[in-house]
């Protein structure tokens, strides 16, 4: 599969493969996490997320894993499709008040077949 | 789930004058925000719209720009006054139910493409 260590601007794979996102967070005081996924002229869609009081969690061919110690956040996706090629944002709820999303810097994902 | 409906999906305008973009979501949500995203570029917070009073900015946001309502549960419009050429962007509507004082998933409308010229 193809990961990151750190945060790239894209990400490219081939069909099949496994993608790894990655996102560090600001908020130490953040205790909600979630990736979004943005297709071209739409608005974010949910993939999942994940509360502060777990290091894991899966949905449907994703994975989201947290690690507050060092702030960083990732998403994995399993067999990577032609159909999940998007750009990918991560938030979480850092303003003030706890009640907002403030996202992340996005990754685009091309998915060749 | 909410669906949530934005006017206009996109507009040009000319320096000087102020857009008002309308977002109507289809259920009751506790909470409503307005995002600002430039083209290849993250999500900003504009601001929560909070209903009966008025809207939290976040910091480099300020009411005279950029004024909110927010009247009811499911209804909220932000203007974009004195429009220059800076401000074209797309404007996202975003909300998103609080369940046990919990912030959960919030829901994005398409977003309003605005175009100063």
């Known amino acids: 599969g193809e990961s990151v260590g750190l945060h790239l601007p894209t990400l490219s794979v081939q069909e099949g493969d496994n993608s790894i996102i990655n996102c560090a967070y600001s908020?130490?005081?953040?205790?909600?996490f979630i990736w979004y996924k943005q297709e071209s002229g739409k608005g974010p869609q949910f993939i999942i997320d994940?509360?502060?009081?777990?290091d894991k969690r899966q949905g449907q061919r994703v994975t989201v894993l947290l690690n507050k110690t060092v702030k960083h956040l990732s998403l994995q996706i399993a067999a990577t499709q032609p159909g999940d090629s998007a750009v990918y944002f991560c938030?979480?709820?850092?303003?003030?008040?706890?009640?907002?999303?403030?996202f992340g810097k996005g990754t685009t994902l091309s998915v060749s077949s | 789930s909410a669906v949530i409906s934005q006017k206009p999906s996109r507009d040009i305008c000319q320096r000087g004058t102020s857009l008002t973009i309308q977002c109507q979501v289809d259920?009751?949500?506790?909470?409503m925000f307005w995002y600002r995203q430039q083209p290849g570029q993250s999500l900003t917070l504009i601001a929560t719209?909070?209903?009966?009073?008025?809207?939290?900015?976040e910091s480099g946001f300020v009411i005279d720009k950029f004024p909110i309502s927010r009247p009811n549960l499911t209804f909220s419009t932000l203007t974009v006054s004195n429009m220059s050429p800076e401000d074209s962007s797309i404007y996202l509507c975003?909300?998103?139910?609080?369940?046990?004082?919990?912030?959960?998933?919030?829901?994005f409308g398409q977003g309003t493409r605005l175009t100063v010229v």
């Open positions: 975003s909300a998103t139910p609080i369940y046990r004082d919990r912030i959960t998933e919030a829901f």
């Open positions: 908020n130490s005081a953040s205790d909600y």
């Open positions: 994940i509360r502060s009081n777990m």
């Open positions: 938030a979480e709820n850092g303003n003030q008040a706890g009640t907002a999303l403030i």
């Open positions: 259920s009751q949500v506790t909470m």
């Open positions: 719209a909070n209903q009966g009073s008025e809207a939290t900015y």
